[in-house]
């Protein structure tokens, strides 16, 4: 995934494929931010295309999500009202695996965007080795053990 690789009409387009959401991330979030640590939201509107690219820098690795929580309810409150969506994206420093603070991140994101009632688009971890998806959340009834 890279934003090299994106086409010239990426700003017309509807950010609903993942790799083409994957290489709008990579363009976004750039090396300052992933060596610095940060948070981001891209806000979607109604068609899906990218609104506006909302990225907090300086976000260090022992920061709490839960900082974050009053900030992104109000943002996704007014996705809501415009009938867009949100994608999610923690830049750091370090390997791309993802880690349990990472996993915390998104979980704030998802409890959030669930409270707004917003579609979240995606989610991804941007490391100076490249972009990767967070796997998808388990629906709550596969969640429960057979």
Same mark, same amino acid.
């Given at each position: 995934?890279? =934003? ?5 009409? !990426?700003?017309?387009?509807? @950010?609903?494929?993942? $790799? ?12 300052? *931010?992933?060596?610095?640590? +940060? #948070? ?11 609104? &506006?690219? +909302?990225?907090? %820098?300086? /976000?260090?690795? *022992? ?5 974050? #929580?009053? =900030?992104?309810? &109000?943002?996704?409150?007014?996705? $809501? ?6 994608? =999610? /994206?923690? %830049? ?7 880690? *349990?603070?990472?996993?915390? !991140? $998104? ?5 959030? +965007?669930?409270?707004? *009632? /917003?579609? @979240?688009?995606?989610? =991804? @971890? ?17 969640? @429960?053990?057979?």
């Amino acid at each position: 995934m890279s =934003f090299e690789t994106l086409p010239e009409n !990426w700003p017309t387009l509807p @950010l609903d494929d993942p $790799h083409l959401l994957a290489d709008v991330v990579d363009l976004v979030v750039g090396e300052r *931010d992933r060596s610095d640590g +940060c #948070v981001g939201l891209l806000l979607l509107d109604d068609g899906m295309r990218l609104a &506006q690219p +909302c990225v907090v %820098g300086e /976000v260090p690795d *022992d920061a709490d999500p839960a900082d974050f #929580v009053a =900030f992104l309810d &109000q943002v996704a409150a007014m996705v $809501h009202d415009a009938g867009g969506a949100v994608a =999610f /994206v923690r %830049g750091r420093d370090g390997a791309g695996r993802l880690t *349990d603070a990472d996993r915390a !991140w $998104h979980e704030a994101v998802l409890a959030g +965007c669930r409270r707004a *009632d /917003v579609r @979240l688009l995606g989610a =991804f @971890l941007a490391t100076p080795s490249g972009v990767r998806t967070y796997p998808e959340p388990l629906a709550a009834d596969e969640a @429960l053990a057979s």
